[in-house]
Each structure stands twice: as C-alpha cells, then as structure tokens.
C-alpha cells in the first residue's frame, strides 16, 4: 500500500465547522479550536517524528463562521492558494443548504472548479460530507439534500484525486453528545473525533474503534427535562439564528479568520481540554 505523503504544511478554508465552533480557546475571547487544529498538530506531530523535516510544520486558518460558497471558494481559497500549502481542506456550502431553495448542482460544479485549481498547484485537497441528519430532529428534513451533496463530493474527488472526510457514514456523531449546546456545532469530544476520521480519510493510521464506536448508552432524561431544554435552545439559538437570516446578518460578520497566515505550528502547542 502506498504511504501518504509527508504533508509539511496545511491549510483550511471554510465555515463554522472548520473555524472550530463550539470549542472555545482559552487563550483569546471568541474564538475557537476544533477537527482542524487537531489535524494540523497531528500532521506536525507526525512530521517532527521523522526527524529530517528542515523547517516547522506551518498551519493557517482562513475558516470563518456564516460564510457561504462565495466566501469560502472565492475570497478564502483566493488567499489560501498563494501560501503554497502541499494540502488544502476545502470545505463549504453547508449553510447554502440551510436556505429555504439552493442550487446543489451549481454548489458541485463550483467546489470542483475551486479542486481542480488548487490540485493544479500540486497540493492535496480534503473534502468532508455533511452528516446524516436523519435522527437530528428538525434537521432531519435536510437528509435528501446533504445526501445529495454526499454523492457529488465522492464524484468530485474521483475525477480528481482528492481525499473525502466521510462524516455520512460516522454513526458516532449521531448522538447530542458529540454536538454543542447549539445542536449544530461539534462538542470537544466531536472535534477529536473527526480529527481521528480526518487522519484515517488522508491513510494514516488511527485506532478506528477510538473513534467510530458510540458512547456508552445514557439513561433516557425524563419527559418534561427535554420540553424545558427544547425550550432553552429554541430562545437561545434557534430564534436568533432565524433573527439573523431575517435580517439578513451573520455570526461572522465581524469576525477574521483566526489563523490569517501559514506560519508554523509546534506539536502541542494548542490547548486542546
């Protein structure tokens, strides 16, 4: 089997999953870690341990929450490009899919537009899946479409030799433990996970039961417990996200990418819980 290679720079261009929500870093307000951060010092862990790398692994970050398809494939990829990076996670449109009616051909055809021309550079691309929203409550009615959106993203990354993040088949993720308060951001726990099944989709090696098997199984919370709680999200969270699409706002409106630049990154160096 062919070894991967020896990826001695990355970096991620997206959304709110990227960016890392909801994980916060405690070392600056408002922002935040998750998968990807975790994959990088994965990957500079990985290349110090050879011992024969000549420079740090480097890392960047241009992910930023609310983006949609625009941002990410034109202004982030735009910047990302020119850093020179030998892999490259591209990976948006999912709050395109939240609209009320979306294009996911149009989605399909620009991501592949955005792989071929960052494959051209000879970088790496990582690819994800949205997950199967089946048992996610309200969210469940967007099964057809992140199917969908599944499916082109495996053809994309056929036809160009890219890697695909899985998130579909990650039965793990299918309980509220792996999520956030928000019910739509990944929890720590969450994050580690897919970092895990990020390594496994670029070939590395990974102990898969870490990460694929679900937690153990929690006591049912009574009735009237999860009516107050449904409650609780739908003030907190529900209602000013459909503020925010009303208005026509979005949570990152005023926020900058939090890595803006592939400068290096020393393994262990993020404070991860």
């Not at 341990?49 to 000549?54: H, I, L, N, P, W």
């Not at 993720?173 to 929890?187: K, V």
């Amino acid at each position: 089997m062919t070894q991967p290679p020896l990826w001695t720079s990355y970096v991620a261009v997206g959304d709110s999953f990227s960016e890392g929500m909801s994980e916060p870093d405690p070392r600056t307000e408002d922002a935040y870690l998750g998968w990807a951060d975790r994959l990088a010092d994965a990957l500079a862990r990985r290349l110090e341990e050879t011992g024969d790398a000549a420079e740090p692994f480097r890392y960047a970050n241009l992910a930023v929450r609310g983006r949609k398809i625009d941002d990410v494939l034109d202004r982030q990829l735009e910047a990302a490009l020119p850093m020179g990076a030998d892999l490259v996670s591209i990976v948006g449109g999912g709050n395109d899919i939240l609209r009320p009616s979306v294009d996911l051909d149009d989605i399909a055809d620009r991501l592949e537009r955005a792989v071929e021309r960052t494959r051209a550079t000879g970088a790496d691309v990582l690819l994800a899946t949205p997950t199967d929203p089946a048992k996610a409550g309200l969210l469940s009615s967007l099964r057809p479409r992140h199917a969908v959106h599944t499916a082109n993203l495996f053809s994309i990354a056929q036809r160009h030799g890219a890697y695909v993040l899985n998130l579909w088949t990650m039965r793990s993720l299918r309980d509220w433990r792996m999520w956030s308060q928000d019910r739509i951001h990944l929890s720590p726990e969450g994050h580690r996970r897919v970092s895990l099944a990020a390594l496994d989709a670029l070939g590395l090696d990974t102990d898969r039961t870490d990460w694929t098997t679900p937690l153990p199984h929690e006591p049912l919370v009574p009735r009237t417990e999860r009516l107050v709680e449904h409650g609780r999200w739908v003030r907190t969270h529900a209602g000013p996200w459909v503020h925010r699409r009303l208005t026509g706002r979005s949570s990152g409106d005023s926020i900058a990418a939090k890595r803006p630049e592939l400068s290096p990154l020393r393994p262990g160096e993020l404070p991860f819980g």
